[in-house]
């Protein structure tokens, strides 16, 4: 079986570690969904991208709002224009099937060939959304009552979702995906991570960088710490200013790319002089 | 095989279930830990542990589970034969033998189900399984040394025995709660308005009629507002001392109170033992720290419904008496009773959750302050009935 599936190695453009790729390949190979947390920044939304490219596979991309509904995802029978078409006598309104819309979901099960779905930040949703695709999920299929067709998909889509964390989700959910954590990269993996981004810069200059990024990271009163992200911003503003290496550990010039809060700022500034901050809020 | 691992997460407190053992094995069947340790580690943890909070926990199982674990003699047998046999050069002989071996599982995994509903018709029943049904039948398929070990040993409690415990735990409704448990009840904490601004998406079907008379017959769709939920909550909660036992559980109300953004508005003050003229805006309870009470009963409207979160146990004097703060240096000129009379004067809803199971009420310590405040304020326990009960209260008209 093992040599028979695709196995998911990285791509060009993204540093994925062992662990993670075996997460992903576990999750293919069990046909579950891959449940992915990790801090802000980290590259959960990216993984998705990497997978479908890596196994050249099309992408479908479903962004979860605090409105999305689970039937969204799978279809919507626009009612309103079929009213309208009737009143004024245009097209089939017989044709039921022409006002099912599918959703992302829909789209993702009806494909011909094997796709990646990423359902992106599952947790923004209502508390009861994630219960409401457990059966859509475990058994990759939906009934579209209207036309009283039920929708099979040929090929199981990879399924990645990620989560933030801001609500907790339901046991039975959780029981039925795969889960990995992204861990914050060491120094190591993010030299990785930035070479895949902009190939060999200055030597120099990404050091004198990473030490003042980490040094900020582990100041403890920092509310919003920077990460991947916005390191690799930091490095292209620092680039495309022509800052003085040397002064970059000592001054942190554009900290406000790496620093999203004014408070924050403030207290690493402080920080850096003293060696303590007293400021709270 | 290493079920035994399996139980032991369980004892250990992670909520494994049998699904996801399956899945597990299923995993291991198909070769995917590749023969090393460390994969079959990121293998367990990725399928049995859904939450970053719980790998530490699961880390110190598998270290104890494998500890000593370093030559390949220390590992189980079948362990080892899981390891080593990858699906893609296991050969057709031993894949039969698998089969069989999963089937075996299976019928174990049956039996145990079995047990299990049987457990759940006996209250009694801990003794009972584990006694007579126990080691001997469990253990019967033959193929594990160490077996599902029940009662003998005592390096851990029989995990048949704490297996039996756990799947009672999730029926129970009056148990210790999760967020999850209460951000549901406070979902039923609605009342709905559509007078709130929003986006116009719903159908309004009288008014479309009207439009589509108006129209000479031709549709037109007119669309309203949704209506939005209007309620607004002041939380109270007791800190420090008394509440310190019930401070996780605390935290676990107030994150799910946080966390809910159905309400219009949130305000969470805490206070110590009980309401004086401030209000503290943090759990720490330190002087500054603070907003005055006056304030708040000012500012806030008596549309807020507020839920008191408190053992309500303190001595008798700290609710009746002038001065009755027991933080050093405030001297409070009303009593703290005359205090709390005022919020239920202000705020015709209010409740008082008590994390004390309320047949305990009359006979702990504080219960005659706990009585006192009863006659002001309805008083529920803090469990997901209690919660439920106040909630409904609340939404009394």
């Not at chain 1, 390191?231 to 790319?257: F, H, N, Q, T, Y």
């Not at chain 2, 025995?161 to 709660?177: C, I, S, T, Y």
Request: proline fraction near 2%.
């Amino acid at each position: 079986m093992a040599n028979l599936m695709s196995t998911f190695k990285g791509s060009g453009s993204y540093v994925a570690s062992k662990e993670l790729m075996n997460a992903v390949n576990v999750s293919i190979a069990l046909a579950k969904p891959l449940l992915i947390k990790g801090e802000p920044g980290t590259g959960k939304t990216m993984l998705a991208e990497s997978i479908a490219v890596s196994l050249n596979k099309r992408l479908i991309s479903w962004s979860i709002k605090s409105t999305t509904k689970a039937q969204e995802g799978l279809y919507v029978y626009d009612t309103v224009q079929r009213l309208y078409d009737s009143q004024f006598g245009e097209g089939d309104v017989g044709n039921i099937k022409k006002y099912i819309k599918l959703g992302k979901l829909g789209e993702a099960f009806t494909a011909d060939e094997q796709t990646v779905l990423l359902i992106d930040e599952i947790d923004k949703a209502d508390l009861e959304f994630p219960n409401d695709l457990l059966w859509e999920l475990d058994r990759m299929e939906f009934y579209i009552s209207e036309t009283k067709e039920t929708v099979k998909t040929k090929s199981r889509p990879i399924v990645i979702i990620t989560s933030n964390a801001e609500k907790e989700l339901p046991d039975a959910f959780l029981r039925r995906c795969i889960f990995h954590y992204i861990e914050f990269p060491d120094l190591k993996r993010m030299e990785e991570i930035v070479k895949v981004h902009y190939g060999d810069i200055d030597r120099r200059l990404l050091d004198q960088a990473m030490e003042a990024f980490y040094s900020i990271r582990a100041m403890k009163d920092i509310q919003k710490k920077p990460s991947t992200s916005e390191l690799l911003d930091w490095l292209k503003a620092l680039m495309l200013a022509g800052v003085d290496v040397d002064r970059i550990v000592s001054e942190i010039p554009l900290a406000g790319v790496l620093l999203k809060k004014n408070q924050d700022i403030d207290v690493m500034y402080e920080v850096k002089e003293k060696g303590y901050s007293l400021r709270r809020w | 095989m290493f079920l035994d691992f399996f139980y032991l997460l369980r004892v250990r407190g992670l909520d494994v279930s049998i699904g996801e053992w399956l899945s597990l094995i299923e995993a291991l069947d198909k070769g995917l830990c590749e023969s090393s340790l460390t994969n079959f580690y990121y293998l367990c943890r990725g399928v049995l542990i859904k939450s970053e909070s719980e790998f530490d926990k699961f880390d110190t199982v598998f270290a104890e589970y494998f500890r000593g674990v370093e030559g390949e003699s220390d590992l189980p047998e079948e362990f080892w034969r899981w390891l080593e046999q990858d699906a893609r050069i296991r050969d057709i002989n031993d894949k039969k033998a698998l089969d069989s071996f999963l089937l075996e599982l299976e019928e174990l995994l049956k039996r145990f189900r079995k047990r299990v509903a049987e457990q759940k018709e006996r209250h009694d029943g801990g003794n009972y399984w584990v006694g007579t049904g126990g080691t001997s039948t469990m253990g019967h398929g033959g193929y594990n040394q160490r077996g599902i070990r029940a009662g003998g040993e005592s390096r851990h409690k029989s995990a048949v025995q704490v297996a039996g415990e756990r799947n009672f735990r999730d029926f129970r409704q009056d148990n210790v709660l999760d967020t999850r448990n209460f951000q549901m009840a406070f979902r039923r904490l609605r009342q709905f308005s559509s007078r709130i601004d929003g986006e116009k998406t719903e159908l309004d079907i009288d008014e479309t009629i009207d439009e589509t008379c108006n129209n000479a017959g031709n549709l037109k769709l007119v669309f309203g507002r949704p209506r939005k939920n209007t309620v607004k909550l002041l939380m109270l909660f007791d800190s420090d001392g008394s509440m310190l036992p019930y401070s996780e559980m605390c935290s676990r109300l107030f994150q799910a109170v946080s966390k809910s953004n159905h309400f219009k508005d949130i305000k969470v003050y805490y206070f110590h033992n009980c309401v004086y003229d401030h209000l503290y805006t943090t759990p720490r309870c330190r002087k500054g720290e603070w907003i005055e009470t006056k304030w708040a009963l000012g500012t806030l409207d008596s549309e807020y419904k507020v839920i008191f979160v408190g053992d309500g146990a303190m001595a008798p004097s700290e609710l009746t008496r002038r001065g009755g703060n027991v933080v050093i240096g405030l001297y409070n000129e009303e009593p703290g009773i005359e205090w709390l009379a005022k919020f239920k004067k202000r705020y015709k809803k209010a409740i008082w959750l008590n994390p004390i199971r309320e047949r305990d009420w009359e006979y702990m310590y504080g219960s005659h302050t706990v009585s006192q405040i009863k006659e002001i304020f309805p008083m529920f326990e803090l469990t997901i009935d209690g919660l439920e009960k106040g909630i409904k209260k609340l939404l009394v008209k």
